[in-house]
């Protein structure tokens, strides 16, 4: 039997609720040459059964089941198993559509691509988009793009992110990658390493990862200073794009303010937040010319950089005031 073709590595963390939408929408692909290794980090609830019992009926599935280490560990634990050419990364409460390897996998062979990057759709919890094949155009719309433009389009967040998902990797892309284990946002951390380990990237516009968005997950739990690994992330991509690639030196800056501003509508509303709701207030404010008089500045940054020099606490309550319209 010839090896497979794409292992899909997916981390599993008391995903009970979730777990086998995931896993159906792996299993019914078009491209069937793939291994999908569940990677049970230590879950406490059904995750671990369903795993197995998914492994039991189907060849070509793996289970791990490990202590509990966090996503980034069980990722590291997933390339440490994965044997096949290339590798992808789903994770457990997001889906696929039923032509998602395909497509990535054609756009790879088409550009002979290291790395593949492709776009996604957003979805909220227990609201099913429903998985449907995109159509064999897709693939002919696949080119290859310059390190340059993949910095620049993930960085405008238009089209590509730089989440570890919504990608293929060959594998030796990911043989000199550990994810840092106990970090959040950890994806950042490594997507400048992967970018400049690529010698061939391919880009196709194709949508096929569901990303489902949960107000449980570590992302959006508000009030916690660890959410300030993301600012440090930012800060080295932003001075690896400012050193290699000058032209792209303000589109990084405005995502790192993108992300100061982010960070502190999280960090706002917390009393154990206030250093770091000072450390983002000064990050910001160094760059309030920029804020004020650049270009593709949004009216909302343009408003919080005037509120915030008018201190932290003022800036909370226009938050406050602002936050229901800006959400609908």
Known sequence: MDKDKIDILVPVYNGQRYLRGCVESILRQTFQDFQLI??????TDESGQICDEYADKNQNVTVVHKKNGGVSDARNRGLEESTSPYITFVDSDDYIDSDYLEVLYQAAQKHDADL??????????GKDMGCQKNGDGQVADSRLISKSEAYGQMLDGRQMITSV???LYRRELLEPVCYPVGEIYEDMKVIGQIIESSHRIAYTPYAGYYYVQRPDSITHEAGSPKHMALLENERQLKELIKDRYP????????????SCFFLLS?????PHCQKECQILKGEIL??????LFGKQIPLVQRLG????ALGVPFYRFIWR???PFLKK
């Open 165 to 167: 998902w919504g990608k």
């Open 266 to 270: 999280m960090m706002t509303e917390s």
């Open 116 to 125: 593949v990057i492709s776009c996604h759709k957003t979805a909220a919890e």
């Open 321 to 323: 005031l602002c936050r």
């Open 286 to 291: 160094k760059e309030w010319k920029f804020l």
């Open 305 to 308: 950089t005037v509120c915030l």
């Open 247 to 258: 032209q792209l030196e303000k589109t990084a800056n405005r995502h790192y303010l993108w």
């Open 38 to 43: 569940l990677i049970d980090d230590g879950s």
